[in-house]
């Protein structure tokens, strides 16, 4: 399978912080790739190395091109949506339909109207006249209408409400995401992009924690809730994470033997946001009996 992204032994200093500490993946074509990470973890660094923002060391390929060297080739295939939206607000949204168009080869001007279209953004407005809901919308439409072979989404919904989020993502699987195209996506909103990945990518202090996809989190992954008087024993399994829940307990274990814990309570798949927590912020038994007194 094409590789979209292949970082090899990738770093980047500033100073004396190491801010990517010789990381390796590959992101293959036709993924939906989940890129998550708390503040500072090296999130952005990674993505401005990709769209060819900062210069690393390492193998870091995108789109077969180096993507420091080859930036303006490599913009012609890349869209990128950043966390905040800048468009000039001075011009109206149909004069800056007419811009993009003139700028971009691969613009599809009917595809961002039919975007546009399920909005209550009027084509005769002015960017300084739309609500900072409205120009995040202006700017995805006009983002997604654009034939890219990969797609980068750094919190790209901030500022929207729920509602609008929720037909985001619909539009980005129903209308944008195809087998040809490769999408990378950060935020902070987890549990919104859950039915949408492919892959899941979590990265903490520059290296990455966790690379997998998400049909693999159902076998590598569980967990289990058990009540008070089988927590002793759930402990003893060694599980990643502890978490305290009314009457019991929520344990998350990697690779574990499941014969041993179906015993002792009900086995789940963890949600995204609970294994981020467990693979960032790993609890062992051990710190738990401590913390608690046992």
């Not at 200093?13 to 500490?21: E, I, R, S």
């Not at 039919?114 to 900072?132: H, M, Q, R, W, Y």
């Not at 995805?140 to 072979?149: E, G, Q, T, V």
């Amino acid at each position: 399978m094409t590789a979209i992204i292949s970082a090899k032994n990738v770093s980047k200093k500033f100073g004396t912080k190491l801010a990517l500490n010789n990381i390796n993946f590959t992101v293959p074509e036709g993924s939906v790739l989940g890129l998550i990470g708390p503040n500072g973890a090296g999130k952005t660094t990674l993505l401005k190395g990709v769209l060819g923002l900062a210069d690393v060391e390492g193998d870091l390929q995108v789109l077969g091109m180096n993507p420091h060297k080859e930036r303006v080739a490599l913009l012609e295939q890349v869209s990128f949506i950043a966390d905040t939206a800048t468009l000039p607000r001075w011009m109206r949204v149909e004069n800056l339909l007419d811009y993009v168009a003139g700028v971009h080869a691969r613009f599809n001007r009917e595809k961002c109207r039919g975007f546009l279209a399920k909005t209550n953004i009027d084509p005769k407005s002015k960017v300084k006249e739309l609500s900072k809901g409205m120009v995040t919308q202006l700017h995805l439409a006009l983002i997604m209408a654009i034939d890219s072979k990969l797609l980068v989404l750094d919190e790209p919904t901030l500022g929207l409400d729920i509602i609008y989020r929720k037909q985001f993502y619909e539009s980005l699987l129903n209308d944008y995401y195809d087998e040809k195209k490769t999408i990378v996506i950060t935020t902070h909103q987890i549990e919104e992009i859950e039915g949408v990945l492919t892959d899941l990518m979590f990265i903490n202090k520059g290296e990455i924690v966790l690379d997998v996809s998400m049909e693999a989190i159902l076998d590598q992954f569980v967990e289990l809730q058990v009540d008070a008087d089988k927590k002793a024993e759930a402990l003893a399994l060694g599980p990643i994470h502890i978490r305290n829940r009314l009457g019991g307990c929520s344990l998350i274990y990697e690779n574990p033997d499941r014969t041993k814990l179906q015993t002792l309570g009900k086995m789940l798949t963890p949600s995204l946001a609970d294994l981020f927590v467990a693979k960032i912020q790993p609890q062992t038994a051990q710190a738990a009996k401590d913390t608690q007194g046992e």
